[in-house]
């Protein structure tokens, strides 16, 4: 089974083509607040965690998932993950195999792919140039046909950590998930229309709309940012932070590059 997060969807495409390649299944983590998620593998199925990385470490609605779910099987299951990144990974794959271990469940290799960039939150931070971005994307469907070959051989692959990767993983990470992942900046501007989609595709249901139909954000956001690429009228903002920042969603095209 295939298993995945995903915000502006790169790993869902990501998930979707290493399913099609293994023959797997493959299914959204349910990431809402309330979920207790609840699945049952096969014999011998094995289970690939595929989600994005965030501040060189595992979403933290990841990690609320994998504590939380009940999953009949895991035990005597292979665990592999694959995440997608802008850049690199730092040491994401580590907190990965602790969660697990956690759980009493044995990871077997942690693989990565670059894709475009999505986090616009920080002064510095934007999406890819459009030349960036049509590079990773004609890059990463090999990338992630190589890395369905070596789960299917269950080998080692591709793995970006990049430089720094402890300062980035076990100081930074820890400083994001507490200080940078607030979701009381986001408002709209006049651009709003009230047509609901924020509310609508929010994977935690954070949004609500008020009396005059515009968003509001309650306080499990995931940061996803699935919202702020998504308002098709660009009214989404986050402080002065987002002003003149680029938008982005992954493009379905990406499914039908040939093999
Ligand atoms: C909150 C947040 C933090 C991110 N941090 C990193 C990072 O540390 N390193 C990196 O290479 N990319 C980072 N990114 C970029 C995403 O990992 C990358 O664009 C990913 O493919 C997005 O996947 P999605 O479309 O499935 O959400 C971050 C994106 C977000 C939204
Ligand atoms: S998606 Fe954009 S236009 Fe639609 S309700 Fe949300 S903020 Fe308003
Ligand atoms: S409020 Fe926006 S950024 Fe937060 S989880 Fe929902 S879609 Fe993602």
Known sequence: ??????????TRLAAMRLAEALGDRCMEMEVHAAAVPRLRLADDERLVWCFPIYSWGVPPVVKRYVARA???????????MVCTCGDDCGNADRQWR????????????AYSVQMPNTYVL?????????????????????AI?????????????????????????????????????????FHTNGGCTACGLCSRICP???ITMDADGRP?????????????????RRAIRYGHATDAKGMYLAPRSFLESRR
């Open 1 to 10: 089974m295939i298993l995945y997060f995903s915000g502006t969807g790169n």
């Open 70 to 80: 009940e999953i009949a099987g895991a035990d005597s299951a292979r665990h592999f």
């Open 98 to 109: 602790r969660l697990l271990r956690r759980r009493g469940w044995t990871a077997s290799h």
């Open 122 to 142: 920080m002064k510095g931070f934007d999406t890819d140039s459009p030349e960036v971005a049509a590079a990773k994307l004609k890059a990463a469907p090999s």
């Open 145 to 185: 046909d190589a890395i369905g070959r070596a789960i299917r051989a269950d080998s080692a692959g591709s793995y970006v950590r990049g430089s720094w990767a402890w300062i980035k993983s076990s100081v930074i990470y820890p400083w994001f998930c507490r200080f940078a992942m607030s979701p009381k900046p």
């Open 204 to 206: 935690t249901g954070n």
């Open 216 to 232: 509001l954000w309650d306080r499990d956001c995931a940061m996803c940012l699935r919202c702020y690429h998504s308002c098709p």
